[in-house]
Antibody, heavy 123, light 108 residues
Framework: QVQLQESGPGLLKESETLTLTCTVS????????WAWIRRPPGKGLEWIGCYYYGGITKYNPSFRSRATVLIETTRNHFSLSLTSVTAADTAEYFCARFGYSYANGAWQYFDLWGQGTQVTVSS | SSALSQPPSVSVAPGQTATFTCGGSNIASNSVHWYQRKPGQAPVLVLY???DRPSGIPERFFGSRSGNTATLSISGVEAGDEADYYC???????????FGGGTKLIVL
């Protein structure tokens, strides 16, 4: 069965670039669509961006072009880069796979998630 | 973009029914999906398209929608159901992915 595992630096300093990787095991990164989601401490889930149907990427405007999602087929993983991080980017980060809504004829929810990786940004 | 509103916590005794609400103007015209997240574990999809359960999710989990409010209910609550529950919609007309703030289930 398909599993997702996030990996990343854990700790970085303000103004640095955060790069996270989600390794897909038991399946291929080319056969689904993928997303990054985070949960800041004491808050709810926040969508960051995704690699979606048709090979397009979509992003939460709140990240104002700081975020980039890439698919690396040779390594069977996808990644998130977030530039110019601040303490507000401290959060638990999740990767997730899109599920298909037959009711709506579109990929609209997340049927598989990674366990999450904690990222702390220090000043 | 507008957020989805969820109460911060719900408390129920074992065996009772827990009800979680999710409100927002996006809900009337979009399907709602629900997730369970236990500390240290990957979030789990428990309902999609308001009422459909993924394989492995028991029938105790069921959902509904009326107007701008969606509801997830868990009947016969067990201690193992303690978790945070999040609602989510895909709204193609705006920021596509919206989550609620989550509701913590406390089993008394």
């Amino acid at each position: 069965q398909v599993q997702l595992q996030e990996s990343g630096p854990g700790l970085l300093k303000e103004s640095e670039t955060l790069t996270l990787t989600c390794t897909v095991s038991g399946g291929s990164v080319t056969t689904s669509y993928w997303a990054w989601i985070r949960r800041p401490p004491g808050k709810g889930l926040e969508w960051i961006g995704c690699y979606y149907y048709g090979g397009i990427t979509k992003y939460n405007p709140s990240f104002r072009s700081r975020a980039t999602v890439l698919i690396e087929t040779t390594r069977n993983h996808f990644s998130l880069s977030l530039t110019s991080v601040t303490a507000a980017d401290t959060a638990e980060y999740f990767c997730a796979r899109f599920g298909y809504s037959y009711a709506n004829g579109a990929w609209q929810y997340f049927d598989l998630w990674g366990q999450g990786t904690q990222v702390t940004v220090s000043s | 973009s507008s957020a989805l509103s969820q109460p911060p916590s719900v408390s129920v005794a074992p065996g009772q029914t827990a009800t979680f609400t999710c409100g927002g103007s996006n809900i009337a015209s979009n399907s709602v999906h629900w997730y369970q997240r236990k500390p240290g574990q990957a979030p789990v999809l428990v309902l999609y398209d308001e009422v459909d359960r993924p394989s492995g999710i028991p029938e105790r989990f069921f959902g509904s929608r009326s107007g701008n409010t969606a509801t997830l209910s868990i009947s016969g609550v067990e201690a193992g159901d303690e978790a945070d529950y999040y609602c989510q919609v895909w709204d193609g007309s705006s920021d596509p992915v919206l989550f609620g703030g989550g509701t913590k289930l406390i089993v008394l």
